[in-house]
Nanobody
Framework: QLHLVESGGGLVKPGGSLTLSCAMS????????IAWFRQAPGKEREGVSC????????AYADSVKGRFTISIDNAKNTVYLQMNSLLPEDEAVYFC????????????????????WGKGTLVTVSS
């Protein structure tokens, strides 16, 4: 059974950095697209970044471009989200999601297109 577990969230000061991890089991990452979404209290879930391991494409929300980097370690079946220069508006619960690569267009497919989800990890940005 496909299983995703996020980790790495926590409290960080504005301008600080965090690296989130999404460890996956039950499937081979090579044939999947993985995305990070976030949801702040009272707001809709929004896409943050996506990587399609099938065609190598990546995508980022405009709000995080230049600050966040998504990467894959296929040997560890883990996807990372390096977050730098964090802002208070980055505070949210961050979720990773997976779907077969052929069904995902990174940057276009929204959260409804992903069937497999982790439970999330909280990122708090506060001084």
């Amino acid at each position: 059974q496909l299983h995703l577990v996020e980790s790495g969230g926590g409290l960080v000061k504005p301008g600080g950095s965090l690296t989130l991890s999404c460890a996956m089991s039950g499937f081979t990452l090579n044939y999947y697209a993985i995305a990070w979404f976030r949801q702040a209290p009272g707001k809709e879930r929004e896409g943050v970044s996506c990587v399609n391991n099938g065609d190598g494409t990546t995508a980022y929300a405009d709000s995080v471009k230049g600050r966040f980097t998504i990467s894959i370690d296929n040997a560890k079946n883990t996807v990372y989200l390096q977050m730098n220069s964090l802002l208070p508006e980055d505070e949210a619960v961050y979720f990773c999601a997976a779907e077969k690569a052929t069904m995902i267009l990174c940057g276009v497919t929204d959260h409804g297109g992903f069937d497999y989800w982790g439970k999330g990890t909280l990122v708090t940005v506060s001084s």
